[in-house]
């Protein structure tokens, strides 16, 4: 049996992977700290995202607390058939610290959302316009998924591969919404043919030949084809 020292060591570390799992942004220790424009224009540093520096709360306007660039789509459709247009505290300042973020995505007949996922946060997606097949997989390869039609909400946990098609007959419109300001992305495809990692190691990985290998990353990311 388990001395007793050992129980209580099973039980610290128990509490402490509980707590590691049920981390999240750091609440707010103000009403709101708007982002300050300044740092803001960093849109291109990942790592700036998260928790930017507050102007001063004295010149806060209503404005700062408003995003109208979810209005409509952007029109720029990715080979895929997606538009996503997301609102974080870079383009969105009165977001910052609050722990949350949201995004808007198109997607035209047939088109896809390639398996991605987030991270740093639990999705929760809500089809406005449109049929669309939506699911996830969990860690022991189950697929969660079916049609959801307008009006249907479905929530995607946290760090979780998750996708999603227009399976209707006309343009799609979901808005999805974060628990985090800085929920983060990886993209399957892009992650694995579009980041370099070495080819033997894919060839082995996938079974595929060096031309089959060659073909995925030149689609994925032209940089690293030859
Ligand atoms: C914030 O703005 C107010 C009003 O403009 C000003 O009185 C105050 O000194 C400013 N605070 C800081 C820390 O700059
Ligand atoms: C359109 O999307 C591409 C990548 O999908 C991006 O590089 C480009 O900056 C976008 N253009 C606009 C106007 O948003």
């Not at 700062?64 to 300042?93: E, I, M, Q």
């Not at 999705?123 to 996830?136: A, D």
């Not at 591969?161 to 892009?190: C, R, W, Y």
């Not at 990985?205 to 089959?212: I, V």
Request: net charge negative; hydrophobic share 40%; proline share 6%.
């Amino acid at each position: 049996m388990f001395s007793e020292n050992t129980l209580w060591l099973m039980l610290a570390i128990f509490s402490l992977s509980a707590s590691i799992t049920l981390a999240s942004d750091p609440d707010p220790v103000q009403d709101f700290c708007i982002s300050n424009p300044i740092f803001g224009a960093i849109k291109t540093a990942h790592d700036m995202h998260y928790i930017l520096p507050c102007k001063n709360s004295s010149e806060a306007t209503t404005e700062d607390f408003v995003f109208s660039g979810l209005k409509k789509a952007t029109g720029n459709f990715s080979d895929t058939g997606l538009a996503v247009v997301s609102a974080s505290p870079t383009n969105f300042p009165g977001l910052n610290t609050l722990g949350l973020s949201f995004a808007r995505a198109d997607i035209e007949v047939g088109g896809i959302n390639p398996p991605h996922f987030h991270p740093r946060a639990t999705e929760l997606v809500h089809v406005v316009q449109g049929k669309v097949y939506s699911g996830f997989v969990d860690s022991n390869n189950r697929v969660f998924a079916r049609v959801l039609e307008q009006g249907e909400i479905m929530v995607l946990p946290k760090g979780l591969v998750h996708f999603m098609m227009n399976v209707g007959d006309e343009p799609a419109t979901l808005f999805g919404s974060f628990n985090s300001q800085n929920p983060g992305i990886q993209k399957i495809p892009s992650a694995v043919f579009g980041s370099g990692i070495d080819e033997e190691l894919l060839q082995k990985a996938f079974g595929l030949s060096s031309k089959q290998i060659g073909t995925l990353r030149k689609k994925f990311d032209p940089k690293t084809a030859r």
